[in-house]
């Protein structure tokens, strides 16, 4: 604790510095207000005692000066006055002394007075430090701010500007005393459209008003190039008594942001077209896979009907051979037979001639004898029956070979190969072959009736029609448990030819009634159906411009109506698209 | 047994038959044994050509699939050596492509699908012999005719202007 003695009468200077060197303080005297100043700058002094009357410079000017001075640590300013020369005591505080004691002074109160100094002193010393801590981050925050490439700028209720950063005097191109205390709408560069000032007024207030943050996004110049993005935040900042006292706007320059959002944008769109793109070839490719099974199931369905056709063929060249000379032998025999017949009726005769007519004894004895033998054989063998039954037998067999040729040349008229022309026919003829074909299968199932009226010839492939009724005509019996009815009807209808076939089966459920002309559907059991046979009937309808329809009622039975158009097929082919 | 033979008229045709399958043969013989010509049968066309040499047949009717030799093969051997001898094609094969082929190559008289109506079979191989003997007719009249015009040609060199006959409009004999 060092104190400098500020004191013209020697006297006086030593008693006050006696008393403080007494009291363990360190004392430097001065004789007057200069010599003071001058010490005061060279060492450092805590406490000045000063009388106020001094020649050369009075303690008042030393006070002030001091004061007006800037240095490190407080200097506690104590004068010297007389005791009863009050009227100085304003001037005394006035000229920034920090009190006063009156001469003569009582060593007590001194050092009473001294000791508030040194409580000042220190309470200055941690203001100071305080200052100086507060001041440093102070600095640390405005570095911080200027830093941010943010615009941050803060206004007060009267929109003047309060604050600025570093980023907003460089963007704005203004400095710094310039900008504060402006209202911020006289700041042309922050807002080149007046709409937006407009906006942004509205918001400082809305928030000031409402206490809450905001945002918002703001677009500024012309070309689509110098296009630049900003987004606005109007941050409230509140007093201690929680009212807002300044608005923050912290603009930011999303330009660079939001050309690269737009970029990210792109390239998801492209993505995602790509991915469309994708999507739709696997889409492609898959329609396709499924087209290329359906083609190569009914490339196979038609492999094996034509082979169905050549085998068929094969076998009717076959059998031609020996049907031909069983029933050309049958007839042979038949008239061997009528020979015999004629023969044995001519040895009858004699042999009753002789039985009767003819006198026994005449007779060598051993004839008698054997005209008995062949009485009794004729009548053991019953050659009555035989002769007849000979003949019935013959017709028996003839009969067996006329089926034979029928089942031939149905065979051959139902499939045969190479021969899926477009002709000109009436397809009772079709109806007629195909259904004795199938015969087979539906006689133990069903009764079948068939209803064939005046038919016109159409253009067709004949052996594809039989192919339909033959597929609907089994499904029929398949589609009857034990035992019912199957109806083949057909007639001319509004220039078309309209073929019902319907029995009294168990019928098609609702729901996949639409289905059963698609390819693969079938309700048959795993491996029973390919699930093609109605839609290959459903192409070959098509085909030949006429059309397919159902109906059914479950357990009630099925109803197929097909019509075809009885005039010309102009162009079939290119009329057919199959169903898929 | 002399009655008969003068109630039949003399068998002065001889068809043959070709046919791997003998069973088609005998059926055949069998059917035809009552018929008014000579029956010759080959279990193949190579045999059927063989006994073409030494007989004198005015009909070959064949069948068409055979091992060996096929009846269109057959037939247009026996239609190159034999121009004179019809044929029949036999066949159980009703096919159109078959059928113009044994017409355009080997000039067939006509087709026979198996299996045959004996009747049918019997009345076809009548209308051919028949044929065959309009042939032999016309020939011969031919002959004949070209015989008179060659004597006739004969008088004219003689007596030029013999075979000529002048007539008017009306046709009468002028001169």
Redesign the interface.
């Given at each position: 604790m060092q104190i400098l003695i500020a004191e013209d009468d020697q006297i006086a200077r030593m008693l006050l510095q006696n008393t403080l060197k007494k009291r363990g303080y360190e004392v430097l005297c001065a004789e007057n207000g200069r010599q003071a100043w001058e010490l005061a700058n060279t060492y450092t002094v805590n406490l000045l005692i000063s009388d106020l009357d001094m020649p050369e410079m009075d303690g008042f000017d030393l006070c002030r000066k001091i004061r007006a001075s800037s240095r490190d640590d407080y200097i506690y300013i104590i004068m010297l006055t007389a005791l009863d020369d009050k009227s100085n005591l304003l001037r005394v505080f006035d000229s920034g002394a920090d009190d006063y004691i009156p001469k003569p002074f009582d060593p007590e109160e001194l050092e009473a007075r001294i000791h508030t100094g040194v409580r000042v002193i220190a309470l200055e010393r941690g203001h100071k430090d305080l200052q100086r801590v507060i001041g440093s981050s102070r600095d640390k925050l405005r570095v911080i701010l200027d830093s941010m490439n943010e615009e941050i700028v803060s206004v007060d209720r009267n929109l003047s500007i309060a604050s600025v950063n570093k980023a907003f005097i460089r963007r704005q191109e203004v400095c710094f005393q310039d900008v504060i205390g402006q209202t911020i709408t006289n700041m042309d560069s922050v807002f080149d459209d007046p709409s937006s000032r407009v906006q942004m007024v509205e918001n400082i207030k809305s928030v000031f008003k409402t206490g809450e943050e905001k945002s918002e996004n703001a677009v500024s110049g012309d070309a689509e190039n110098e296009r630049q993005y900003k987004e606005l935040t109007f941050l409230p900042v509140k007093d201690s008594q929680n009212e807002v006292s300044q608005v923050v706007i912290v603009s930011r320059d999303v330009t660079e942001q939001r050309r690269k959002t737009m970029e990210i944008y792109d390239l998801n769109r492209n993505l995602r077209d790509a991915l469309n793109q994708v999507n739709i070839k696997k889409q492609e490719l898959e329609e396709a896979m499924a087209q290329l099974k359906l083609t190569q199931a009914q490339a196979l369905q038609t492999e094996k009907m034509a082979s169905i056709g050549q085998l068929a063929?094969g076998v009717?060249?076959?059998i031609?051979?020996?049907?031909?000379?069983?029933?050309?032998?049958l007839?042979?025999l038949d008239e061997y037979q009528e020979d015999i017949d004629s023969l044995l009726k001519a040895y009858r005769e004699l042999l009753t001639g002789l039985n009767k007519d003819v006198a026994k004894e005449n007779l060598s004895s051993r004839i008698p004898a054997k005209i008995d033998r062949i009485l009794d054989l004729e009548q053991e063998i019953d050659i009555e029956f035989v002769q007849e039954d000979i003949r019935d037998l013959i017709k028996d067999c003839r009969e067996g070979?006329d089926r034979i040729?029928k089942i031939v040349l149905n065979l051959?008229s139902f499939a045969h190969p190479g021969e899926d022309k477009l002709v000109t026919r009436d397809i009772s003829q079709g109806l007629e072959s195909t259904l004795n074909m199938v015969n087979n299968e539906l006689k133990y199932k069903a009764t079948v009736t068939m209803d064939l009226g005046d038919l016109p010839e159409i253009q067709c492939y004949p052996q594809q029609l039989n192919q339909v009724f033959m597929n609907i005509l089994v499904n029929a019996a398949q589609a009857i448990e034990t035992h019912g009815e199957i109806k083949i009807m057909a007639e001319h209808v509004n220039g078309n030819v309209e073929i019902r076939i319907s029995d009294t089966g168990s019928g098609i459920s609702e729901e996949n009634i639409p289905r059963i002309f698609d390819p693969f559907f079938t309700t048959k059991d795993v491996g029973k159906g390919t699930g093609l046979g109605m839609n290959i009937a459903y192409n070959i309808i098509k085909k030949h411009n006429g059309t397919i329809d159902v109906e059914s009622t479950v357990g009630k039975g099925t109803t197929f109506t097909i019509k075809l158009p009885a005039g010309r097929i102009d162009d079939l082919k290119s009329g057919a698209s199959n169903r898929t | 047994m002399n009655e008969n033979l003068e109630e039949l008229p003399m068998k002065k045709h001889t068809v043959l038959f070709i046919d791997d399958d003998e069973m088609i043969l005998n059926a055949i013989k069998r059917a035809l044994r009552n018929e008014n010509y000579h029956i010759l049968t080959a279990t193949s066309g190579d045999r059927g050509l063989m006994l073409l040499k030494d007989h004198p047949v005015g009909l070959v009717i064949c069948d068409y699939q055979m091992p060996g030799k096929s009846g269109l093969e057959v037939l247009k051997d026996v239609k190159r050596t034999y121009p004179r001898i019809l044929t029949i094609m036999l066949t159980g094969q009703a096919e159109v492509n078959i059928a113009a082929q044994a017409i355009n190559d080997c000039g067939v008289y006509k087709f026979i699908l198996k299996p045959w109506e004996d009747a049918d079979l019997k009345i076809t191989i009548q209308r051919a012999l028949e044929s065959l003997d309009l042939i032999q007719e016309r020939d011969h009249l031919l002959r004949k005719v070209q015989d008179r015009d060659m004597v006739l040609q004969n008088l004219e060199k003689k007596h030029p202007g013999i075979s000529n006959v002048k007539r008017d409009e009306d046709g009468y004999i002028i001169g």
């Open positions: 063929a009717a060249h076959e031609n051979n020996p049907t031909g000379f069983v029933s050309s032998n007839n042979t070979t040729k051959k | -």
